[in-house]
């Protein structure tokens, strides 16, 4: 255990058609090294609606926070501003800057030729097709892992995606960006755009969209590395 982690609270924050449980293979790890570990329920409804709630856990946590968010999440974790947050670490995740929606950025090239179409149901929500995990959400997992992923997974509102970001706090806290080279979801060029825009230190490897079930000792060292060098300072 690292003695100079144990104060510092792990923030994970996941992405659309997920829950925290898509964290399952980074949260042990993640508290072997010394961290507490929370996982932030988010409601998916819009994205002022899931910084608020991304707010509500970290006012219940202690000590120093690394915040972590996954794909759409990476946009929840830039709308909340709170002194104790002393870095983010992106994991394949949105970084819209302000006034830009997700879905901006989201689609701002063309889509990989696997990835799934998406579009609202008459009820607002956009659901992932269950083809859509193992051919572009993490086509490297097994299809265990892709049968558990489509039977837990939680649609995301439209209004997350075109609700236009506050300014983002990236533009004032330090941030690690894991960068992954297959992603078939949001592409490599998309990411390196968005983490050279943010000033991140950038990790790139030939991982998948969710390389927390894929790669997760990659993730436990990029967080890791997110929290020696934000609390060496």
């Known amino acids: 255990m690292n003695s100079s982690f144990s104060n510092v609270e792990v923030v994970l924050v996941h992405g659309a058609w997920a829950d925290g449980s898509c964290w399952n293979n980074v949260i042990l790890p993640l508290r072997r090294v010394g961290f507490a570990v929370t996982c932030a329920p988010i409601p998916l409804t819009s994205l002022r609606d899931d910084a608020a709630a991304l707010h509500r856990v970290i006012e219940r946590v202690n000590g120093p926070v690394i915040l972590v968010g996954h794909a759409y999440a990476g946009a929840v974790i830039a709308a909340v501003h709170d002194e104790r947050v002393k870095s983010l670490v992106y994991i394949a995740a949105l970084a819209p800057d302000e006034g830009e929606t997700v879905a901006d950025v989201f689609y701002r090239t063309a889509p990989h030729a696997e990835a799934p179409h998406l579009a609202p149901d ?112």
Request: net charge positive; aromatic share 6%.
């Open 122 to 233: 008459a009820h607002g929500v956009i659901w992932m097709p269950e083809e859509g995990f193992a051919r572009a959400v993490a086509h490297r997992a097994s299809p265990d892992q892709h049968a558990i992923m489509t039977a837990v997974q939680r649609p995301i509102g439209v209004q997350c995606i075109q609700e236009k970001a506050p300014t983002p706090a990236w533009k004032t806290k330090p941030s690690w960006y894991l960068l992954a080279k297959e992603d078939r979801m949001i592409l490599a060029e998309t990411q390196r755009f968005m983490a050279e825009r943010m000033g991140a230190t950038i990790r790139s490897h030939p991982v998948d969209h969710t390389p927390m079930h894929t790669a997760p000792d990659l993730v436990v060292d990029v967080i890791s590395a997110a929290a020696r060098a934000t609390l060496s300072k």
